[in-house]
């Protein structure tokens, strides 16, 4: 998002002005996402809970054990039901049963708020590193290729992370290096 704006300087043409403008854009830009992320973090917390509580409220309300474990088995992943039995299908309809009505009632939580606020954070602090060099550098082109160089060494230490867990943590970062530069092309193309 960031290198959206770093890469609409002209860098041959660029002034300060120019430079406090799209600094101003990008760091505004980054706050709105960073919000607007954050509140969707919640509401997708806030539909993931009413789910799991109307899943308890069916189990509850299924007027045979049959029909509980078939409640329970359309809320489980199907991956792992091959791996259950009708016992075990059966033990998690009665300890949905057997909740108290306070540990099922969808609500915001304090994990929530804390996830939102990270989620938060992560968006808006992210913008730093990359328009760091417009404040220090003077001159605008070096600016937009130190800029352009911490985006990417940002995407691949992204994918390098996200890869060790699939195994493959270079493949990974250099995948997200590519379609970085590929998004971030798209979106300047189309005016953004």
Known sequence: MVMTFTN????????????????????????????????????????????NERTVHLARAADNPGTGRGIVAEALPSIVLPALSADDLDRIRLYLVGLPEDKVRARV??????????????????????????????????AVSVSNTIACGLLFLTGYSLGRHYGHPFRVGFSMVAAGLVLVAIASALGG
């Open 109 to 142: 939580n304090a994990m929530d708020l804390a996830g939102a606020l990270g989620v938060f954070l992560l968006v808006f602090l992210c913008t730093f590193p990359v328009v760091a060099p417009f404040i220090i550098i003077t001159d605008a082109m070096l």
């Open 8 to 51: 609409s300087l002209s860098a041959t043409e660029a002034e300060r002005a120019d430079v406090r403008v799209m600094l101003i854009g990008a760091l505004g830009c980054n706050l709105a996402w960073g919000i607007i992320d954050a509140v969707m973090f919640l509401m997708n917390s806030m539909a993931e809970r009413k789910l």
